[in-house]
């Protein structure tokens, strides 16, 4: 399998190298729905969705309302910026 260089964009990796990125990372895939991934840590929990153009993020109640926060980022991002911004939280 593919390793993820921290300084590549996502662009340039197959789908299957960002899915094993994803579970290394501690999310688990919605096995209806493929392209949608759920992660949950101690103080959050977000679904990450890989859309064509971006890789969106639903923090799930992490506004000061108890609203769900949206995020999204290019996958001409590096992988590092990626994992640095989406995995730190809300």
């Known amino acids: 399998m593919t390793q993820l260089s921290p300084s590549s964009p996502l662009y340039s990796y197959p789908l299957p190298a960002i899915e094993n990125w994803l579970k290394q990372m501690g999310c688990e895939q919605n096995s209806q729905q493929l392209n949608c991934w759920y992660i949950n840590k101690s103080d959050w929990e977000a679904e990450i969705i890989l859309d064509t153009e971006d ?14 926060i949206k995020r999204s980022f290019r996958y001409s991002l590096s992988r590092q910026d990626i994992e640095d911004a989406v995995f730190s939280g809300p």
């Open 55 to 68: 890789l969106n993020v639903l923090y799930l109640n992490a506004g000061a309302d108890g609203s769900d």
